[in-house]
């Protein structure tokens, strides 16, 4: 066995438990749900913000159509804790629907219905936007989770009003459901009787404060971005989907970042972020898919010698070229190649320290906080992420970086080959 088997069947098990983890699944699931709707948002902010508009006609537009983003990228938490409750209960064999009603639930009752006017009067009974997005995503998570869990343990126990067997089942899961909600529902409504009443403050600004301010500050720097890109890598080399594994970690950081740059872009107010979850979709899954290998599959196809490399390269450049990059990575073959680890790893790594650095000397815009689809092809995904023609060019850059890297080592690739045969 050698060191590459050794370190493989080292960290696959534990991989593979995080990547099987019920809280982590519910959790990518949950966002998941909210996929098709933070989309449509994204394209009505796309279109109402297009760069040949003046101030004018955007203002019309956002008028006019800004409910489009309103009603679903500025709630993005509501769809997430509804997913959270929906999706654990039913990892436990439990109704999900009303798991989701009831985590829904439990985190509005922890939320303030109350908002601060421009004049500084405070107003009852409504909801703030923030709160249902990018502010409490933190706090929905922790609630829908501990209420989902609460609900099923309740329900499980047997503690619930069984209805005849000739009684409608939507009628009967009703009833099923009555007493587990109500007893869920009150727990959060003691927590938010306690935190209000004796310490005058609410669970929002306490988590967000205590958890997710630390937490998104943490997630937004270069040095955790790349250790947390270093860890796709490393695990893709071995053959398990770095992406889906690493995601479900930082998804929910990346996803809050992404929100909070989307309310000051709306605002007309400098970008808060540079990494978010479009920086790490479009700058990287955008260049080819999981290390940015449409150069490395173009090299392949047009520049080696060899007809094995060749074919494999031309097989995988349409894939490519939307960011599926799964022909080359068990075509070429990248997984166990250790003649490739070096490329493989370092190069997402100095593209993605380029990026950082140049948004953050303000040449390329940092992403608005649209959402943009990770199959849409290289320039066009980093001008709809930026609102710039400046961020397709960044794009264009970053592949010329990748090629450079890696050409050296697909021309040790070549011989091989040749010394093989």
């Known amino acids: 066995m050698n060191f590459f088997d050794k370190i493989g069947d080292t960290i696959a098990p534990l991989a593979r438990k995080l990547g099987e983890n019920r809280y982590l699944s519910v959790l990518r699931d949950a966002f998941m749900l909210s996929f098709p709707l933070t989309m449509f948002g994204s394209i009505v902010v796309v279109i109402n913000n297009l760069p040949f508009f003046n101030d004018q006609t955007k203002a019309l537009l956002s008028n006019l159509f800004g409910n489009g983003q309103s009603a679903t990228m500025s709630i993005m938490t509501v769809f997430v ?8 209960c039913r990892s436990y064999d439990v109704e999900g629907i009303f798991g989701g009603a009831v985590s829904f639930a439990s985190f509005l009752i922890l939320t303030p219905f109350m908002v601060t006017s421009a004049k500084g009067e405070e107003v009852t009974g409504v909801l703030s936007l923030d709160r249902l997005g990018a502010k409490g995503m933190f706090i929905g998570m922790i609630s829908a989770f ?4 609460i609900y099923t343990r309740i329900t499980k126990k047997g503690w619930q009003i069984k209805m005849p067997a000739s009684v409608p089942p939507a009628v ?3 009833f099923a459901a009555l007493i587990p909600a109500i007893l869920t529902l009150s727990v959060f409504l003691v927590i938010n009787a306690v935190a209000t009443g004796l310490f005058k403050v609410n669970m929002h600004d306490i988590v967000y404060q205590v958890i997710q301010a630390p937490l998104t500050g943490l997630g937004s720097s270069l040095p955790a971005t790349l250790i947390a890109l270093f860890f796709v890598q490393f695990l893709w080399f071995f053959g398990l989907h770095g992406q889906i594994i690493v995601n479900s970690v930082m998804d929910p950081i990346w996803n809050t970042l992404m929100l909070e740059n989307l309310e000051a872009y709306k ?3 400098e970008l808060p ?3 978010t979850k479009p920086f790490m979709e479009v700058f990287t899954v955008g260049l080819g898919g999981s290390g940015m290998t449409l150069a490395v599959v ?3 196809a047009f520049v080696l010698k060899k007809k094995q490399y060749q074919d494999v390269g031309r097989l995988a450049l349409a894939p490519g070229i939307f960011n599926v990059n799964e022909p080359v990575i068990f075509g070429l073959p990248i997984v166990l190649n250790p003649t490739i680890l070096i490329p493989w790893v370092i190069a997402p790594l100095i593209v993605t320290t380029l ?12 992403p608005t906080g649209v959402s943009v689809p990770w199959t849409v092809p290289i320039f066009f995904s980093g001008m709809l992420a930026t609102n710039s023609v400046l961020g397709g060019v960044l794009q264009i850059v970053d592949f010329v970086i990748v090629a450079i890297v890696w050409y050296p080592f697909l021309r040790v690739l070549d011989k091989q080959l040749d010394s093989a045969l």
Do not use: R
């Open 146 to 149: 501990l209420a989902a869990e």
């Open 298 to 300: 173009i090299l392949m």
């Open 355 to 366: 990026n950082y650095l140049v948004m953050a000397a303000g040449i390329v815009p940092a």
């Open 81 to 88: 804790t509804f997913g959270i409750g929906y999706y654990l």
């Open 172 to 174: 009967s899961k009703s």
């Open 267 to 269: 605002a007309g107010k």
């Open 273 to 275: 972020h540079i990494i």
